[in-house]
Every structure is written in C-alpha cells, then in structure tokens.
C-alpha cells in the first residue's frame, strides 16, 4: 500500500508505467468537471469511476482485495477513514467474484485517513476498507482508478 498526496508524484515517475500514467491523469484532471460515471483511459487496461457518496459508519463496511487489478483511491472532495491490511490468512467472507474481481474479508485491520488531494494504492495483497465516515457521516467525491495487472496467479488473496 502506498499513501501519499497527488502533488508528490514526481516521487514515484519509476513506478508500473501504467501506474504513472493514472497518477497524471488524477494530478491533470478537473474532477468537478466529470460526472460520476465510468471513465476509460486505456479501455479495460487502466480505467477509473467517479463517485459521490456518504460516508458511512465502520460497521456497514467491508474489508475487500481484487486479483486482476490495483486500486487507486484518489479523494476530490471530502475525508473518509479506510480500513487497510496486508493479506495474512484473514477470514474470507465472500467467494470470488472472478466477473467484478472482487472478494471480501473478515479481520483486523488499521485505519488511514484520505483527504482531499490524496491517494492510496492498493495491491492485491492489501485489503482495504474505503468509505468509513470520520465522526459523522458526509458527502465525498471520490475516484478509483483500476490498472490490470499482469496475467499473474493471485489467488492467495
């Protein structure tokens, strides 16, 4: 997992190609401008959703990983808490959903708080748990970018 705020990616230009090109694309685009919706930057390969939503209480949120994809969790407008943890033979909750490339988690996690003008990466070997509210419940704008991995196994996670 890596957390960080979008004006620092000049750190991280020796990353997965595909991974730098989505971090320019958060650092150039005007969100406010989009709607929320599905955005295709290089088709299936690398692709982001923007979405408005409230914040909710930790009880009502999952932990989740992917296999075919690394999650880019960039936040527009607001704050969340998002639970994270590094894959350690945690309680699966959900089979694999292989269609949405999406399996859910039970255990212990830690907490990170994403502000406006941050993002957090997650391999799939980081589960993670976005959208927990901070003190109350509140509107946010936020964008997943999802950049395929190659044709690896990773069916540990």
Same mark, same amino acid.
């Given at each position: 997992?890596?957390? =960080?705020?979008?004006?620092?990616?000049? +750190? /991280?230009?020796d990353m #997965? &190609?595909?991974?730098v090109?989505? +971090?320019? /694309?958060? *650092?150039?685009?005007?969100?406010?401008? +989009?709607? &929320?919706?599905r955005?295709e930057? @290089?088709?299936?390969? !690398? /692709? !982001?959703?923007?979405?408005?939503y409230?914040?909710?209480?930790?009880?009502? %949120?999952? +932990?989740? @990983?992917?296999?075919?994809?690394i999650d880019i969790?960039?936040m527009a407008?607001g704050s969340?808490l998002?639970?994270?943890s590094?894959? #350690?033979?945690?309680?699966? @909750?959900?089979?694999?959903d292989a269609?949405?490339d999406?399996?859910?988690? %039970?255990?212990?996690k830690?907490? !990170? *708080?994403l502000?406006?003008?941050?993002? @957090?990466? /997650?391999?799939p070997? =980081?589960?993670?748990?976005?959208g927990?509210?901070?003190n109350?419940?509140?509107?946010?704008?936020k964008?997943?970018?999802?950049v395929? !991995? &190659?044709?690896?196994?990773?069916?540990?996670v």
């Amino acid at each position: 997992m890596i957390l =960080d705020r979008i004006t620092n990616i000049h +750190l /991280f230009s020796d990353m #997965n &190609p595909m991974i730098v090109q989505a +971090l320019s /694309f958060l *650092k150039d685009t005007d969100f406010q401008q +989009l709607k &929320p919706g599905r955005y295709e930057i @290089a088709g299936e390969d !690398l /692709f !982001l959703m923007v979405s408005d939503y409230k914040t909710r209480e930790m009880e009502d %949120c999952r +932990l989740e @990983a992917h296999r075919k994809y690394i999650d880019i969790h960039f936040m527009a407008e607001g704050s969340e808490l998002i639970g994270y943890s590094s894959f #350690n033979d945690q309680e699966q @909750a959900t089979e694999y959903d292989a269609e949405n490339d999406f399996i859910l988690y %039970c255990g212990e996690k830690n907490y !990170l *708080k994403l502000t406006a003008g941050m993002f @957090a990466i /997650f391999y799939p070997s =980081d589960l993670h748990m976005p959208g927990i509210m901070i003190n109350k419940p509140a509107e946010v704008r936020k964008v997943v970018v999802k950049v395929r !991995l &190659p044709q690896i196994d990773y069916s540990l996670v």
